[in-house]
């Protein structure tokens, strides 16, 4: 939320960041999306997440700079995402 609609200076550059902005501000549209985009907005929003979420004062998020990205679709069911190119 601060990144939406926040205003701690701190958080302006990701606030300003295309991809951020693109799915956090600006709502992308989920039927235009390809995979290998929504797969680069997850891991920046848990790195963000992860590396900026102490400077928020009382958060009780602890979010992990690991992740793992899935795909789930009725063409391919559910799929691992190891590296999109």
Known sequence: MEIKKGNDKRFDM????????????NKADP???DKK???EFGREIIRVTSQ??????NTTYH??????CASLDRE?????IHSIK
């Open 63 to 68: 979010v992990s700079p690991d992740c793992d």
């Open 37 to 39: 985009t929504a797969v």
């Open 31 to 33: 039927t235009i999306i």
């Open 52 to 57: 900026n979420t102490h400077l928020l004062e």
């Open 14 to 25: 990701f606030r300003s960041d295309p991809l951020l902005k693109r799915f956090i501000i």
């Open 76 to 80: 391919h069911g559910f799929e691992w």
